[in-house]
């Protein structure tokens, strides 16, 4: 993947954005963190952003960010979340309580077969559980 980031743009995906993407992918797979994978998805907006919002229209941005968002969801379950659980430590998306604010799936069974209507904290909106 190394031999394949392209070169720098101007507004969003600048030189030092590729030189942290250079940083993270030289790593050895044994030194990934979670910081990592949320820097290469942040490295992908830009290139998203980059490729939208400027006057060129380079398929290289896109085609890389795909492949930085693909590349930052296996480096976290294959190397990231094993050390995670192996420490005893939860990974992040566990720690806020999974979806919907629900922290186990046993939770979740109960929410679903009691006649309250969850409601969405940021919208809002609120549904029945159906039986």
């Known amino acids: 993947m190394r031999a394949y980031i392209p070169t720098s743009a101007s507004k969003y995906y600048t030189e030092e954005a590729r030189k942290r993407l250079i940083g993270i992918l030289g790593k050895s797979p044994d030194d ?11 490295i992908a907006d830009l290139m998203v952003k980059e490729y939208y919002e400027s006057g060129e229209k380079r398929e290289d941005l896109l085609d890389c960010a795909g492949q930085l968002y693909a590349a930052s969801l296996m480096m976290k ?16 998306e566990e720690r806020r309580g999974g979806i919907g604010g629900l922290s ?28």
């Open 32 to 42: 990934y963190t979670m910081d990592d994978v949320y820097e290469l998805r942040r």
């Open 104 to 131: 186990d799936a046993k939770t979740r069974t109960e929410r679903n077969h009691s006649e309250k209507p969850l409601q969405l904290r940021p919208s809002g909106v609120k549904f029945i559980a159906l039986h």
């Open 77 to 92: 379950v294959l190397y990231v979340k094993p050390k995670l659980l192996k420490a005893g430590i939860k990974p992040p």
